[in-house]
């Protein structure tokens, strides 16, 4: 009898309600939370739906994200090798191949002014990296916070982890990502406020037609510019010139699809579920998270409003030709931020289509994101 009741008392102490702290059980919470926002409200559900499972995993059982060196038996948890996927900048690196291989720079090509808009967005970055050190972090530390302000989760991720950043990771990551996923919710105040409905009904004349050698020839060449100023970047705007070139040479379809589509949707599951795994209560429950948060969503406000305000400066240079809302897509959420102006502006005037014209700083958001993660890491001697 003796025996039943020792094993029964064994069972019921290695269940989670006698391990976890009141911090877990904050952290399942808000991992609830999220899951309600992806699922219920749409809310960007393929990013949030891994990122709030991970989160809700590691906090029910933190040895899933257990490194290999303090397990008894030297493996480690599960998310623990889906997070050194991360840390190696592969998972981010392939996320930027998919990208590539999923959007149509044409519209960039088309208009290349947008890769001011796109430039004019990143100043959000600059803003949080700024805020960062005036709130005490190192500046190495500042710079990895810095670009959650281009609302880019997988160079957020990258350059985290260059910059020997792993502690701030989960932090970093959650607050890149969530603001991706709230782009919808964010931006239209801002674009709101900055703009007059005159200025929201202005109608943009339709892009040149980009012939197929262009396409063909812009991956290249950009990689080349890019990459021979700044070295660092090779991993990001090489993979999404890499998938982009899948996608405009026609002849390497299979190789389109299986970036596009299956390789993208696997890394997203891994990354997404590792990036929600770093956010155990020990580690995102402090003071510096907050502090990260915060300026993340200043900094991405900073961003829209620069965007939007150099739009507004381009309108008036081109005598009205160019919509302010477009400015605001300079940001990396691709193509959500690009939605967003098109939905702003056919709130003004249903019949305004301007969704192909903010393509183009959507895109150069990206490619600009990366180049300031380029140049942070040049500036610290990272490679």
Known sequence: MSYIATTLDNLVH???????????????VVACVFLYLAIAKGFEPLLLTPIAFGMLLVNIYPDIMMHAADSANGVGGLLYYFYVLDEWAILPSLIFMGVGAMTDFGPLIANPKSFLLGAAAQFGIFAAYFGAIGLGFNDKAAAAISIIGGADGPTSIFLAGKLG???????????AYSYMSLVPIIQPPIMKLMTTEKERKIKMGQLRPVSKLEKILFPIIVTIVVCMILPTTAPLVGMLMLGNLFRESGVVRQLTDTASNALMYIVVILLGTSVGATTSAEAFLNKETIFIVILGLVAFAFGTAAGVLFGKIMCKLTGGKVNPLIGSAGVSAVPMAARVSQKVGAEADPTNFLLMHAMGPNVAGVIGTAVAAGTFMAVFGVF
């Open 165 to 175: 950043q792993t502690a701030l990771l989960g932090p970093i990551a959650v607050a």
């Open 14 to 28: 290695q269940t989670a309600f006698f391990n976890l702290t009141v911090g877990n059980y904050v952290m399942i």
